[in-house]
């Protein structure tokens, strides 16, 4: 088999949680994982995870906050392997801070370079391929894309607009042979919020939601999988998060209250 006739699938923020838990799922003869993270370190472990199972891996250390960056990792993947057939866009920090607590709210624009343009870029410079191929954009989005929570209003702002882009480019790619899947985990049990950002922007160290009963991070991957096995246009991956997205349309002060019972109490 040759790297061209490989099943290529780029996975951004490859390097843990639900892009690594994805990328050990993906693995398996006939598939190139291509991983792009910041930490090339934890990249190459991950990689080492996917071989023994018979997939081929490329490791790209990636900071998609920098277009450059970006576009590096398209270009590296196309070069390796000559196609994309799916393209993850799962990097992403999170951030838990009320408004007034922000002084410099510089910090909006700063977050919407990873969670927006970090999904938007790789995605642009992939469009020819992903064409060719008829192949799948999947963006890993957030319940926080679809209802406002508070102490969020960063992160939701992102989110919003990453739902947004990729719903109006399902629109325009459909006909074309490319599916646009967008996924909204809940609550998982990873590091992203533990390492998302406090009102300064820096790494908080805890989580401003409730973990209790957080999806497991296997159990998440493992429906991002089914829905690229199945080219599925969306996933909302919880239940509350299915019923919190109708009950929205008709009684939305519900929804914002069961949204201020989501913050975690305890300091």
Known sequence: MTTQSLHTIIITGASDGIGAELARQLAKPGVALVLAARRQDALAAVAAGCEPKGAKTLVVPTDVSIESDCRDLIAKTVEAFGRIDVLVNNAGVSMHAN????????????????????????????????????????????????????????????????TGFFEALRVEIEPEGVNVCVIYPGVVNTEIRRNGWNARGETA???????????????????????????????????????????????????????RKALNKTP
């Not at 020819?128 to 209003?153: D, E, H, M, N």
């Not at 401003?208 to 199945?230: D, F, H, P, Q």
């Open 99 to 162: 408004l007034e607590d922000i002084t410099d709210t510089s910090v909006y624009e700063k977050l919407m370079r990873i969670n927006l343009m970090g999904s938007i870029w790789p995605t642009h410079a992939a469009l020819a391929y992903l064409k060719q191929s008829s192949g799948q954009v999947v963006a890993i989005s957030s319940l926080a894309g679809l209802v406002g929570v508070p102490g969020r209003t960063t992160y939701c702002a992102t989110k919003f607009a990453q």
């Open 205 to 259: 160290g805890s989580s401003g939601l409730s973990e209790k009963g957080a999806m497991s991070v296997e159990t998440c991957a493992a429906l991002i999988v089914g829905a690229i096995n199945g080219r599925k246009r969306e996933v909302v991956m919880s239940a509350k998060g299915k019923l919190g997205r109708w009950i929205k349309l008709i009684a939305p002060s519900v929804v914002d209250n069961l949204a």
